[in-house]
């Protein structure tokens, strides 16, 4: 998944990500057992950080989860590197990852 958003975006603008199952074969997942996600997202210079989502639509072969951006998350042009962790029971399980570019 590509996404992009413009430099500066905060609320009530916000990134969604749509997670389908068939997307983490060879090894699917019931999605209903996620009980968190969190984006590690690598900006064009380099740092990174993890932002957390809320998990708005929830069934075995979906999920989709929201950012709500915050003032400083998207405020440097560029293309960012994410990657999706989802929390489940026994560890998290990396589904991802994907770019955003901002502009």
Known sequence: MNASV????QAPERLRVT???????PNPLDLTTVTA???TATRPDG??????TLITTQVADQL?????????DVFLAGRY????????????RRAGPTVLDVT
């Open 37 to 39: 996600c969190a984006i």
């Open 64 to 72: 989709i989860v929201e950012r709500v951006w915050l003032l400083n």
């Open 81 to 92: 590197h994410l990657d999706i962790n989802l929390t489940i029971p026994g560890g998290v």
């Open 47 to 52: 740092r990174r950080e993890t932002w957390s």
């Open 19 to 25: 997670i389908e199952n068939a997307a983490l074969e």
């Open 6 to 9: 413009q430099a500066g975006a």
